[in-house]
């Protein structure tokens, strides 16, 4: 079974200083990941995928499939980063894939 | 584009009344689900449609019903509401993919309460 899993609820950073939202999951397949953001009072947004190992608003994160993670990374926090971030994974389908969500990490960034 | 839209904003139901959470999308896509989402609990799938004419249960189906009345639109019902069912609901669209993942799209959100 599928299961993705973000050990921490909260996190709070200083302006300034590095984060890492943690990620791992669980697949036996050949995992496709992805970190979708909420910012207040706005929608879920697609934030990054690794196959495109693009950098968005400065966050990164690389897929360890030794570790099975995948974890968000930047490395200065901006008070605007402040969001719930989710990790989710694509499970291929015979009719449709789905994504499976982790259950959240609320980023505080204070100034 | 609107995108994905979805009405009512707000509702406050009492156990055991019905309703039906409405959700359109104007980017042509095929595939289109319904989420909700609880503290602590993350997104959990509710229903999704690969495209027009099928539906297909997610993690937590029960207690809800789903019509995929055309390819714009896709609606959920609650046929006799309860407590527990309290809960943001999201609608998301994206291109049908069995293979590949393509990236969902969410509405606003529907914020219920249930008394």
């Known amino acids: 079974a599928q299961r993705v899993t973000q050990p921490e609820k909260l996190l709070s950073v200083f302006k300034g200083a590095p984060v890492e939202l943690k990620c791992n999951y669980s697949?036996?397949?050949?995992?496709?990941l992805f970190w979708y953001v909420q910012y207040s009072r706005q929608r879920l947004q697609l934030l990054l995928r690794?196959?495109s190992r693009e950098s968005i608003k400065g966050f990164t994160a690389d897929l360890n499939k030794g570790e099975t993670s995948f974890h968000l990374k930047k490395p200065f926090a901006q008070e605007e980063d402040s969001a719930m971030y989710y990790c989710?994974?694509?499970?291929?389908?015979?009719?449709?894939?789905?994504?499976?969500f982790g259950r959240g990490t609320q980023l505080t960034v204070w100034p | 584009n609107a995108g994905v839209t979805q009405t009512p904003k707000f509702q406050v139901l009492k156990t055991g009344q019905s309703m039906t959470l409405q959700c359109a999308q104007d980017?042509?896509?095929?595939?289109m689900y319904w989420y909700r989402q609880d503290p602590g609990m993350g997104l959990r799938l509710i229903y999704y449609?690969?495209?027009?004419?099928?539906?297909d249960k997610g993690e937590v189906p029960n207690g809800y019903n789903v019509s995929r009345l055309n390819k714009r639109e896709f609606s959920l019902r609650l046929e006799s509401a309860a407590p527990s069912q309290t809960s943001v609901y999201f609608c998301?669209?994206?291109?049908?993919?069995?293979?590949?993942?393509?990236?969902?799209?969410f509405g606003p959100g529907t914020r219920l309460t249930v008394t």
């Open positions: 998301a669209s994206s291109e049908a993919g069995d293979k590949v993942s393509y990236e969902q799209y």
């Open positions: 697949y036996s397949g050949s995992p496709e």
């Open positions: 690794h196959i």
């Open positions: 989710a994974l694509f499970r291929r389908g015979s009719t449709l894939g789905r994504l499976y």
């Open positions: 980017m042509n896509h095929n595939s």
């Open positions: 449609s690969a495209s027009e004419g099928t539906t």
